[in-house]
């Protein structure tokens, strides 16, 4: 069992910078892959971005490639996703997950444990 808990979120301006964290409860973090998601209003689940367990490889969804930056620190049990540039487009909830195994996954049905999300709001 994996509990994971979002923070970091909130409002920021256009242009700014934000970098949420997830910490991870429970055993052996670095046996996980992990992910970060996004949600907004009427909109479906979308990946943003996925590291690996050693945190040497990451993935990144196409729309955030150059702005946001995935990172993992398995001594202290958190990932993290540093976004800078942020968009109105970037408003949304976000969650972290979980993977279990070696795969680091792009679809949200290969993660294990969700996050509750924190909300971040970019004005225009």
């Known amino acids: 069992q994996v509990q994971l808990v979002e923070s970091g979120g909130g409002l920021v301006q256009a242009g700014g910078s934000l970098r949420l964290s997830c910490a991870a409860s429970?055993?052996?973090?670095?046996?996980?892959?992990m992910g970060w998601f996004r949600q907004s209003p009427g909109k479906e689940r979308e990946f943003v971005a996925a590291?690996?367990?050693?945190?040497?490889?990451?993935y990144y969804a196409d729309s955030v490639k150059g702005r946001f930056t995935i990172s993992r620190d398995n001594a202290k049990n958190t990932v993290y996703l540093q976004m800078n540039s942020l968009k109105s487009e970037d408003t949304a909830v976000y969650y972290c997950?979980?993977?279990?195994?070696?795969?680091?996954?792009?679809?949200?049905?290969?993660?294990?444990?969700w996050g509750q999300g924190t909300q971040v709001t970019v004005s225009s």
């Open positions: 590291i690996s367990r050693s945190g040497r490889t990451t």
């Open positions: 429970g055993r052996s973090f670095s046996s996980y892959s």
């Open positions: 997950a979980s993977a279990f195994g070696i795969r680091v996954p792009q679809e949200g049905y290969e993660y294990d444990y």
